[in-house]
Nanobody
């Protein structure tokens, strides 16, 4: 069994900062890419940021310069540092990871349960 657990969501004021954490656990052989997605009410889920096993990153245009994704491979953990937050960043944020579980020969995509981020004064 593999699971991803997100923490760090909450209520922040516009212009504030927040750091999200996602830790993968279970019987894991390897993790390749990890990423963050978000979904606001009435909107489609969208990619926020993604990071490869080698550390290369890509970001949605709407968050470039404000958000930073990073990872700690020793801890099977990915982070999303969010700064200069805007009301339009309000959404449920989901972590995902491409994982080869122990005993398997191919990668599977796993998702966390999501964590609410609300940006409001």
């Amino acid at each position: 069994q593999v699971q991803l657990v997100e923490t760090g969501g909450g209520l922040v004021q516009p212009g504030g900062s927040l750091r999200l954490t996602c830790a993968a656990s279970g019987s894991i052989l390897t993790i390749s890419a990890m990423g963050w997605y978000r979904q606001a009410p009435g909107r489609q889920r969208e990619l926020v940021a993604r990071i490869s096993s080698g550390g290369s990153t890509n970001y949605a245009d709407s968050v470039k310069g404000r958000f930073t994704i990073s990872r700690d491979n020793a801890k099977n953990t990915v982070y999303l540092q969010m700064s200069s937050l805007k009301s339009e960043d309000t959404a449920v944020y989901f972590c995902n990871a491409d994982v080869v579980p122990a005993g398997y020969e191919r990668r599977y995509v796993y998702w966390g349960q999501g964590t609410q981020v609300t940006v409001s004064s």
